[in-house]
């Protein structure tokens, strides 16, 4: 067999020769060829390199490398196989990893360098990456890599890659207010996201309907705003599990607190939080948005954020910002009162962005950066420059092309997901509409396009839980994680509609329950419990 | 907003409540509270509440019950119902306990009539029963086992824990029965193979709805999955892979497992259209397709051939000793006429029947064929509307289920009009979604809506939730099924005027946190909780 060197192109249409190139999301750069080793379960090894900064005693790799092990080969004990007519095959022992800088105990960043380069021919098995993260990027593909012929055999083709992310941020979003998501749900996500080379978590931890989130600032919040207090919390322990879970697989953790608008059930548990709504001249004795108008509320804010700030690591927090309903603040005289003075008029944007203002200056003294929805925008609130403003609009008040357009053009970083809401469902491959968009497509400068960190799938809660999230979540979501990670020529639907086919059938043999592309079967289907 | 959890109503208003509804139909109590699914013809209920426990309580035969002892239906439901009332008190995390008196410590069934035991349900199944719930013991009576199991359902559903943990069921008289005899799922195992384990788990959440038919769409165009001893070829050359095939040991274990549970097993063979995977394993059975006066793909099966027809009296032979059911469902959906058009055998045929080019009487010619072989074998045939449509020669009792969504009403008064019994499906394609509570659709639809005359409406057997594989496997049918098909479980059980969406809705969000609880992995209806969660 003669090693035959193939460029992206080709491999488009070549890469179905054999099961090596199913790789989703697809490298940046392969060479690869029909040319093959062999893998003995119960001999190879992942080794560090001698001159690696990270040796034994890596958690993120050392773990990784168990992973991996045991995704590759299950946990049963290999016997070493009797090699029969296939002893000109070369055997390939171990894979080496060389991570150039340190950084075994960090956690990944907006700035993390995810690049690796995988290298598989007669002389080496080598992975060889910056960071730890990008080894752990390359740890997966090097998994989707290796294939097993009908008589169990385990193989690896001769290949190249070098690859790294178009987007830096490629983000998930989960809600767990709407519907409780039990921990072990979202630690099984976290595997998945790291299956599609997800970077981040985005929990959006409390809303209207439950605040899950056990404050230790304020237990009340938790004791009277979730949906049961004994059951439906996550616990400081919990949450520190979920961070350090997601950081073990390069996935950082943006936590949503969500103000001034969806937070009734913060009110549950501090008084006086939430504007009190009128009709005509009587409390109604409902309640609205966060009221901007006390001394208070910032308090509150204050030391709420500073707790929220030292539990969540990540440099960002998402403060939310968006869909804030005016009219119970329009029908409460004080806020009336309050509005005249301030001299804004009947605008109450511009009380909203008076809130944001306040929130954000509290955050920034925290040392934080920030992620707001694009209403914070839209309502011209006055924002620093460094912030992250999230698109999730899809026509109102402009196409969400135009608002990222808008966006860049003022200056601010952006991240898209307007047309990644996965919790909205249809009949067929709707997978098609999310890989179809490119992030990019809109008209603005080289400087612009830049500012386009990146994007999310959202999976809102309200018709979500743990009963039907896996299958709704995956691997339609892999649409949009290739779309974040691969070259943007990389668009055509045939090939992704095989390589994904087969993705999700590689993502039931790991127990994700992702659901069906299209009719036909996987060797290995899911098994309910 | 449905913050049922932030909404417990308190005690005096649901004891209001409950005085004032004892005369009507019950209500749903936000979470706690029977909440009943599908509700029942006749509800009366008493603020008075009764106390069980879990370790005092037994249902056991009446001594007058026809019923033997022996009897596995009754034995077997017993338990069964035992460990949906109690056997998940210990997921509670519950405060206190403390320790009631019981005073129920039974449920004595009684079987009026003939059990019918050792039988299979039947279209003609007596469903009925009445339930008294009182002090000291409750009691249950039918005339046949299936009705006990409609009504050990209701009674498990009535129970339900009190803020203190206590198990807890109101003094209460029900009498029940269902509206419609036919009330069916249909799964597709073609499109994509269901493990035996997936199936007996969809039995299960049926008879939680009190559905009774499993129409087993087995086989199609993509695969053959039913292992048939006679053409064993067909599943070894037809099926995905040998790891996706129904035994004859499997489909026994299907048929008895929905057996004890009053499920009928219709099995659906569809032919002529949707047969590709039939021709791996059976040569010459399908028409060859011409191309350029080539043959080169196959189409439907060929109806020209004596071989074919000597193939399917054996096939559904061994079908109609296999599947007990009185019903073999035969398909005759979504026939193309190109292949025939282009092969010039097919051609020759038509002219030598004097069919012209009206390929809708070969496809007749040839399915009348197929019931014949179907009534010599003394079973009854259900077929998809187009047979209708096509002016196939029927024999009376030929079943038409109606599936083309346009004009559906109109399509049940011709079918009617010409007197046969027919099935409505058209309306309940749940393998089509969409965002949101798509269920007030299913439930909103009335059966008898179009115009015909009492005896027609009466030709009205019972309708289908249908989920189509396209799309569906064992990943996600489950939250694809439940609890929308509980939409239609109630619209074809519960009383015509059964129809208020704020009612249904407080019922059935109790009630998929009720299947989530015995293990079905029921979606949530909008925002919200339930006791447990489904780990």
Known sequence: MAGSRLWLSLLLAAAFAGPATALWPWPQYIQTSDWHYTISPHSFQFKYHVRSAAQSGCSVLDEAFQRYRDLLFGSESWQRAALTGEQQTLEKQSLVILVVTPGCEQLPSLESVENYTLTINNEQCFLLSETVWGALRGLETFSQLVWRSPEGTFFINKTEIEDFPRFPHRGLLLDTSRHYLPLPTILDTLDAMAYNKFNVFHWHLVDDPSFPYESFAFPELTRKGSYNPATHIYTAQDVKEVIEYARLRGIRVLAEFDTPGHTLSWGQGVSGLLTPCYSG????????????????????????????????????????????????????????????????????????????????DIVSAYGKGYVVWQEVFDNKVKVRPDTIIQVWREEVPVSYMKELALITEAGFRALLSAPWYLNRISYGPDWEDFYRVDPLSFEGSPEQKALV??????????????TNLVPRLWPRAGAVAERLWSNKVVTDPDFAFKRLAHFRCELLRRGVQAQPLSVGYCEQEFEQI | MELCGLALPRLPGLLAALAL????????????????WPLPLSVQMAPRVLHLSPDDFHIANDPSSKASSSCTILQEAFRRYHNYIFGDHLLYHLPAKFHVKADIQQLLVSVVRDSECEMYPSVSSDESYSLVVKEPVALLKANRVWGVLRGLETFSQLIYQDAYGTFTVNESTISDSPRFPHRGILIDTARHFLSVKTILRTLDAMAFNKFNVLHWHIVDDQSFPYQSTTF???????????????????????????????????PEFDSPGHTQSWGKGQEGLLTPCYRSYQPEVSGPINPTLNTTYSFLYKLFKEISWVFPDQFIHLGGDEVEYDCWESNPNIQTFMKQKGFGTDFSKLESFYIQKLLNIISTLKKGSIVWQEV???????????????????????????????????????????????????????????????????????????????????YVDATNLSPRLWPRASAIGERLWSRQDVRSLDDAYRRLTVHRCRMVRRGIAAEPLFTGYCDNVLK
Not at chain 1, 456 to 465: I, L, S, T
Request: aromatic share 14%; net charge negative; hydrophobic share 40%.
């Open chain 1, 281 to 360: 001249s009587q409390p109604s004795g409902t309640f609205g948005p966060v009221n901007p108008i006390l001394n208070s509320t910032y308090e509150f804010m204050n030391t709420f954020f500073l707790e929220v700030s030292s539990v969540f690591p990540d440099f960002y927090l998402h403060l939310g910002g968006d869909e804030v309903d005016f009219a119970c603040w329009k029908s409460n005289p004080d806020v009336q009162a309050f509005m005249k003075k301030k001299g804004f008029g009947n605008d109450f944007k511009q009380l909203e962005s008076f809130y944001i203002q306040t929130l954000l």
């Open chain 2, 388 to 470: 209708f449509d096509n002016n196939a020669k029927l024999q009376s009792g030929t079943v038409v289920q109606v599936w083309k969504e346009q004009n559906y009403a109109k399509e049940l008064s011709s079918i009617t009009a010409a007197g046969f019994p027919v099935i409505i499906s058209a309306p309940w394609y749940l393998d089509r979604i969409s965002y949101g509570q798509d269920w007030r659709l299913y439930y909103a639809v009335e059966p008898l809506n179009f115009s015909g005359t009492q005896e027609q409406k009466q030709l009205v057997i019972g309708g289908e939730a249908c989920l189509w594989g396209e």
């Open chain 2, 232 to 266: 064993p070829e067909l599943s070894n050359k037809g099926s995905y892979s040998l790891s996706h095939v129904y035994t004859p040991n499997e489909v026994r274990e299907v048929i008895e497992y929905a057996r004890l549970r009053g499920i009928r097993v219709i």
């Open chain 2, 21 to 36: 509804l004892a005369a009507q139909v019950p209500r749903a109590f936000a979470t706690r509270g029977p909440a009943l």
């Open chain 1, 453 to 466: 960190i990146g994007g999310e799938a959202c999976m809102w809660g309200e018709y979500v839980d743990s």
